[in-house]
């Protein structure tokens, strides 16, 4: 099965090992939420980073 990835850009990088786990990335999300920006939380397992994206492209 072949998966196509769509672009994304990545708005702000969090590190999975620090104490407070995803919550620095959830709320940097909800305020992208907030302003109008769809925004979601993924993993980046290669970088063990938490990364905010979006589907749209900023520029």
């Known amino acids: 099965m072949a998966t196509t990835e769509q ?16 919550w620095p ?10 302003q109008g920006t769809n925004a979601q939380v993924v993993m980046d397992l290669h970088t ?3 990364l905010v994206v979006t589907d749209t492209t900023t520029g």
């Not at 672009?7 to 995803?22: D, I, K, N, S, Y």
Request: overall charge neutral; proline content about 14%.
């Open 7 to 22: 672009p994304r850009t990545v708005l702000e990088r969090f590190p999975a090992g620090a104490p407070r786990g995803p």
């Open 25 to 34: 990335a959830e709320e940097h999300t909800a305020a992208q939420r907030a």
């Open 48 to 50: 063990d980073q938490f």
